[in-house]
C-alpha cells in the first residue's frame, strides 16, 4: 500500500473555501489518475473529482461549478480546491488513486 499524505480538512462556514492537498510518490503520481472521495455519516463513499495523467478532470454534479482538482508535478501533489461550501459538504475526503491506493482521510466539517 503507497502512503498518500493528505492535509488540508477543517471547519469552515456555509458559503467558505477550503483547500485539501495529497502528496504522492512519484511513481505513483505520473502513473495513475488520481481524485477524492468523500464519507458523510450514515452513507456511503462517493466520487468527488478525479484528475487523470494529462489533466483530464471529472466532477460529481453535486459539486461541479463549486470544486476543482488539479496535480502538480513537480510537487507530485493533488488539490482540490473546495469552493462555496455547503453543510452537505460535510464529510471525511480521501484521496484515491486509480490503483486502488487510499489517504487516512481529512474531516471536513461546514457549519456555523
Known amino acids: 500500500q503507497v502512503q498518500l499524505v493528505e492535509s488540508g480538512g477543517g471547519l469552515v462556514q456555509p458559503g467558505g473555501s477550503l483547500r485539501l492537498s495529497c502528496a504522492a510518490p512519484g511513481i505513483i503520481f505520473s502513473s495513475y489518475t488520481m481524485g477524492w472521495y468523500r464519507q458523510a455519516p450514515g452513507k456511503e463513499r462517493e466520487l468527488v473529482a478525479t484528475v487523470s495523467t494529462d489533466g483530464i478532470t471529472n466532477y460529481a454534479d453535486s459539486v461541479k461549478g463549486r470544486f476543482t482538482i488539479s496535480r502538480d508535478k513537480a510537487k507530485r501533489t493533488v488539490y482540490l480546491q473546495m469552493n462555496s461550501l455547503k453543510p452537505e459538504d460535510t464529510a471525511v475526503y480521501y484521496c484515491?488513486?486509480?490503483?486502488?491506493?487510499w489517504g487516512q482521510g481529512t474531516q471536513v466539517t461546514v457549519s456555523s
Open positions: 484515491w488513486t486509480r490503483r486502488g491506493d
